[in-house]
């Protein structure tokens, strides 16, 4: 009977240490799936892209440059760019009248700040109504 207790007993450990390691394992995964950096394929081509989302509640309409910059999702793809000379900004906008008056807003901003206009390229791909996405580029524009 010792025996059986025994061999049940290691059977519950084993299953506990189980338990554990499956909630180790997502909470990881949880992890992975909130940061903002994907890795896409175009064409056999790698492509990195760093992206990160601006909302209408984040930007409220800033008055001049030194609002911007306190905007921190804005700051640090600033440093991003500064730090990539070759990349390139993608600004995907909601395709409405507000979402195009806001994306051109933007990138004035960030042509002010010392952006290239030749590095910013503006698409109407958002498909959430109060987000920008702010993807940069490794690569050039096709």
Not at 15 to 39: E, Q, S
Not at 76 to 99: C, E, F, H, T, W
Request: glycine letters at 4%; one cysteine or more; proline letters at 4%.
């Amino acid at each position: 009977m010792a025996h059986m207790s025994l061999k049940s007993s290691i059977w519950q450990n084993n299953d506990r240490l189980m338990f554990k390691i499956n909630v180790w394992l997502v909470c990881i995964c949880m992890l992975f799936a909130t940061i903002p950096i994907t890795i896409l394929g175009k064409e056999g081509n790698e492509r990195k892209e760093l992206s990160t989302k601006l909302t209408t509640r984040i930007w409220g309409n800033p008055k001049n440059t030194k609002e911007v910059l306190q905007i921190r999702v804005l700051s640090s793809v600033m440093r991003k760019l500064i730090n990539r000379p070759q990349a390139k900004l993608n600004i995907l906008y909601p395709g409405d009248d507000k979402g195009t008056e806001w994306a051109n807003d933007l990138r004035g901003w960030l042509i002010s700040l010392g952006l290239k206009s030749d590095r910013i390229k503006l698409s109407p791909d958002s498909y959430t109504e109060n987000t920008i996405e702010l993807v940069i580029q490794q690569k050039q524009y096709n």
